[in-house]
Antibody
């Protein structure tokens, strides 16, 4: 079973850039899956940030599209999230996940452990 | 974006009770509907996909049904370890969207 291990700083300065990585083990990132970032503000529900395919093709939530970049590093078998110009509203637990496409019904079947990111000076 | 609406927002039930959570999509999504369980401080866990297919390793007391716009997650006999928040998610279109969650508490 694929495992996802997240890394990155837990504290980001306002107006700075949030950067997280998600390392994939137990399988190749170059497979027929999308690789996902989701976040969860304190006490709230899940918000889809975006996704990347191993080819580098990416889709983003329109509400974040102007500030977000999701990229893939096939050589290192990991994918990354960058969110620019952060504010306190970006404080959340950030999760990476795999969207499996087998059987034709997309679903998030593997998740990272989550990273609490706080935007504060 | 496809809006997903869950009800109730929270519920309290006793061990052994049958629990039902509903999810309504803002437009038809066929059976592109997933259910996740999130325990406090943990990442979500996939329970059901394609509206009614049980993910490997998930107890059989969990089941899902529905198609089009109306869906249901049922726990046939609630257990202590089912204390969690449950989310539906549509995978019919991008951006993927989640319901607001249903918090299940044990009486």
């Amino acid at each position: 079973q694929v495992q996802l291990q997240q890394s990155g700083p837990g504290l980001v300065q306002p107006s700075g850039t949030l950067s997280l990585t998600c390392a994939v083990s137990g399988g190749s990132i170059s497979t027929i899956n999308w690789w996902i970032w989701v976040r969860q503000p304190p006490g709230k529900g899940l918000e889809w940030i975006g996704e990347v395919y191993y080819s580098g093709s990416a889709n983003y939530n329109p509400s974040l599209e102007s500030r977000v970049t999701i990229s893939v590093d096939k050589a290192k078998n990991l994918f990354s999230l960058r969110l620019n110009s952060v504010t306190a509203a970006d404080t959340a637990v950030y999760y990476c996940a795999r969207e499996s496409l087998s059987t034709g019904f997309p679903r998030y079947d593997s998740w990272g452990q989550g990273t609490q990111v706080t935007v504060s000076s | 974006d496809i809006q997903m609406t869950q009800s109730p927002s929270s519920l309290s039930a006793s061990v052994g009770d049958r629990v039902t959570i509903t999810c309504r999509a803002g437009q038809t999504i066929d059976t592109y509907l997933n259910w996740y369980q999130q325990k406090p401080g943990r990442a979500p866990r996939l329970l059901i996909y394609a509206a009614s297919t049980l993910q490997s390793g998930v107890p059989s007391r969990f089941s899902g049904s529905g198609s089009g716009t109306d869906f249901t997650l049922t726990i046939s006999s609630l257990q202590l370890e089912d204390l969690a928040t449950y989310y539906c998610q549509q995978s019919h279109a991008t951006p993927r969207t989640f319901g607001q969650g249903t918090k299940v508490e044990i009486k």
